[in-house]
Protein backbone atom coordinates (compact mmCIF):
# COMPACT_ATOMS: atom_id res chain seq x y z
CA UNK A 1 0.00 0.00 0.00
CA UNK A 2 1.08 3.62 -1.52
CA UNK A 3 2.71 5.59 1.76
CA UNK A 4 2.52 9.13 1.51
CA UNK A 5 3.61 11.28 4.50
CA UNK A 6 3.69 15.09 4.68
CA UNK A 7 5.71 17.55 6.61
CA UNK A 8 6.57 21.35 6.79
CA UNK A 9 3.67 22.69 7.61
CA UNK A 10 3.09 25.47 10.42
CA UNK A 11 1.94 29.08 11.22
CA UNK A 12 3.33 31.59 9.30
CA UNK A 13 2.68 35.33 8.61
CA UNK A 14 1.01 36.84 5.91
CA UNK A 15 4.37 37.53 3.21
CA UNK A 16 5.99 34.58 4.84
CA UNK A 17 7.41 31.01 2.97
CA UNK A 18 7.02 27.75 3.82
CA UNK A 19 8.51 24.42 2.10
CA UNK A 20 5.73 21.40 2.58
CA UNK A 21 7.58 17.88 2.21
CA UNK A 22 6.07 14.79 0.90
CA UNK A 23 7.77 11.26 1.14
CA UNK A 24 6.93 8.67 -0.76
CA UNK A 25 7.33 4.95 -0.24
CA UNK A 26 5.80 1.68 -1.29
CA UNK A 27 5.38 2.53 -5.08
CA UNK A 28 7.83 3.54 -8.31
CA UNK A 29 7.74 6.86 -6.84
CA UNK A 30 10.13 7.73 -10.41
CA UNK A 31 7.08 6.51 -12.23
CA UNK A 32 4.01 8.36 -10.74
CA UNK A 33 2.89 12.17 -10.84
CA UNK A 34 2.88 13.78 -7.77
CA UNK A 35 0.53 16.52 -6.54
CA UNK A 36 -0.75 19.00 -4.14
CA UNK A 37 -4.16 19.86 -2.84
CA UNK A 38 -5.74 21.52 -0.06
CA UNK A 39 -9.01 21.59 2.07
CA UNK A 40 -10.05 25.11 3.67
CA UNK A 41 -12.84 24.81 6.27
CA UNK A 42 -16.08 24.44 5.39
CA UNK A 43 -14.57 24.41 1.38
CA UNK A 44 -13.69 21.66 -0.96
CA UNK A 45 -10.96 20.11 -1.27
CA UNK A 46 -9.33 21.94 -4.00
CA UNK A 47 -6.14 20.75 -6.92
CA UNK A 48 -2.75 22.72 -6.11
CA UNK A 49 -0.36 21.40 -8.02
CA UNK A 50 0.86 18.62 -9.89
CA UNK A 51 4.06 17.26 -11.76
CA UNK A 52 4.87 14.47 -14.24
CA UNK A 53 7.07 12.10 -13.30
CA UNK A 54 10.36 13.00 -14.99
CA UNK A 55 9.36 17.02 -13.58
CA UNK A 56 9.14 17.66 -17.44
CA UNK A 57 5.43 18.89 -16.48
CA UNK A 58 4.08 21.01 -14.29
CA UNK A 59 0.45 22.16 -13.41
CA UNK A 60 -0.93 24.93 -10.79
CA UNK A 61 -3.99 26.63 -9.76
CA UNK A 62 -4.42 29.98 -10.81
CA UNK A 63 -4.62 31.35 -7.62
CA UNK A 64 -0.96 29.96 -6.86
CA UNK A 65 0.98 30.83 -9.86
CA UNK A 66 3.48 32.71 -9.24
CA UNK A 67 3.82 32.47 -5.68
CA UNK A 68 3.84 28.39 -5.39
CA UNK A 69 6.68 25.65 -7.27
CA UNK A 70 6.27 22.18 -7.08
CA UNK A 71 9.21 19.78 -7.34
CA UNK A 72 10.79 16.82 -7.00
CA UNK A 73 13.56 14.58 -6.43
CA UNK A 74 13.29 11.10 -7.40
CA UNK A 75 16.88 10.06 -5.45
CA UNK A 76 14.78 10.56 -2.14
CA UNK A 77 11.13 9.63 -3.30
CA UNK A 78 10.11 12.94 -2.15
CA UNK A 79 8.37 16.18 -3.29
CA UNK A 80 8.02 19.47 -2.42
CA UNK A 81 5.45 22.42 -2.85
CA UNK A 82 7.70 25.91 -2.19
CA UNK A 83 5.16 28.37 -0.74
CA UNK A 84 5.84 32.00 -0.93
CA UNK A 85 4.33 35.55 -0.57
CA UNK A 86 1.58 33.35 1.73
CA UNK A 87 -2.05 34.88 1.71
CA UNK A 88 -4.43 34.21 4.76
CA UNK A 89 -6.48 32.32 1.97
CA UNK A 90 -3.75 30.39 1.93
CA UNK A 91 -4.83 28.43 5.13
CA UNK A 92 -5.62 24.97 4.69
CA UNK A 93 -5.03 21.46 5.40
CA UNK A 94 -2.32 20.23 2.30
CA UNK A 95 -2.73 16.44 1.27
CA UNK A 96 -0.10 14.62 -1.00
CA UNK A 97 -1.25 12.98 -3.73
CA UNK A 98 0.16 10.33 -6.42
CA UNK A 99 -1.08 8.61 -9.10
CA UNK A 100 0.55 6.80 -12.48
CA UNK A 101 -1.45 9.65 -14.45
CA UNK A 102 -1.06 13.40 -14.22
CA UNK A 103 -4.28 13.98 -15.90
CA UNK A 104 -6.07 11.93 -12.72
CA UNK A 105 -4.30 14.35 -10.82
CA UNK A 106 -5.11 17.43 -12.18
CA UNK A 107 -7.78 17.00 -14.76
CA UNK A 108 -10.01 13.75 -12.84
CA UNK A 109 -9.03 14.73 -9.41
CA UNK A 110 -9.33 11.63 -8.59
CA UNK A 111 -5.19 10.33 -7.80
CA UNK A 112 -5.45 6.68 -6.59
CA UNK A 113 -3.48 7.69 -3.26
CA UNK A 114 -3.59 10.39 -0.38
CA UNK A 115 -1.31 11.29 2.56
CA UNK A 116 -2.86 12.45 5.66
CA UNK A 117 -2.33 15.98 5.21
CA UNK A 118 -0.60 18.85 7.39
CA UNK A 119 -1.83 22.29 8.29
CA UNK A 120 -1.01 25.45 6.83
CA UNK A 121 -2.11 28.65 8.76
CA UNK A 122 -1.07 32.18 7.55
CA UNK A 123 -2.08 34.98 9.95
CA UNK A 124 -2.86 38.46 8.62
Known amino acids: QVQLVESGGGLVQAGGSLRLSCAAS????????MGWFRQAPGKEREFVAAISWSGGRTDYVDSVKGRFTISRDNAKNTVYLQMNSLKPEDTAVYYCAADRSINRIVVALTPGSWGQGTQVTVSS
Open 26 to 33: RLPFSTYA
